[in-house]
């Protein structure tokens, strides 16, 4: 069982369907409009993404969107048959629903730090990865992800969306401090 660092609180659910930036539905709006690097969270952003030409720095995906099994041409784009055909490196990490662990929080630090893109394939669920990922993700870089029915919320890695993010994962339940550790570079 792989070390639950911060677990969702149910009264938190609501507040986190607010997107954390402006939502955009084309892509080639969002890139025009993104810094680099660019962190995907998602299985259909990073499509989206990897459709309109540009790969991640890193992408997380869990081969899921709302809670079903993505179809096999965004899974055979985003994962392929036999690796991640678009990315440098794949790295499988375990994160159940509603939770953050240790191990996801670490492979995105070091998927961030690294020249390669990354590409983390998650066994459980991605979701709440946006959060770390702002405070992992360089100044002026972006972080994408995926609004159910609405678009891809993109986010730029500034004080206002650190602080943000921070706020976030200080109401969820656990170890706020291991969280900041764990993503600093």
Known sequence: MPEEILTLPEG??????????PIYTDTEGLLADAGEPIVAVGDIVTYHLLEAGHTPA????DERTKRESVDSEVKKAVVGDNGAPAFDER???ANPAATLTAEL?????????SDATTLLV??????L????AILAAPEAASVVYGQ?????????ADESARDRARSLLERMDGDLPAV????RP
């Open 58 to 61: 890193v992408a997380l995906v």
């Open 91 to 93: 790295i499988a990490v």
């Open 148 to 156: 159910p029915g609405e678009g891809m919320v993109l986010v730029t």
């Open 180 to 183: 900041l550790d764990a993503v």
């Open 12 to 21: 938190l659910r609501g507040e986190l369907k607010d997107p954390l930036g």
């Open 129 to 132: 990865a946006a959060l770390p």
């Open 105 to 113: 929080l670490s492979a995105l630090r070091a998927a961030v730090a």
């Open 122 to 127: 998650v066994d459980g669920e991605e979701d």
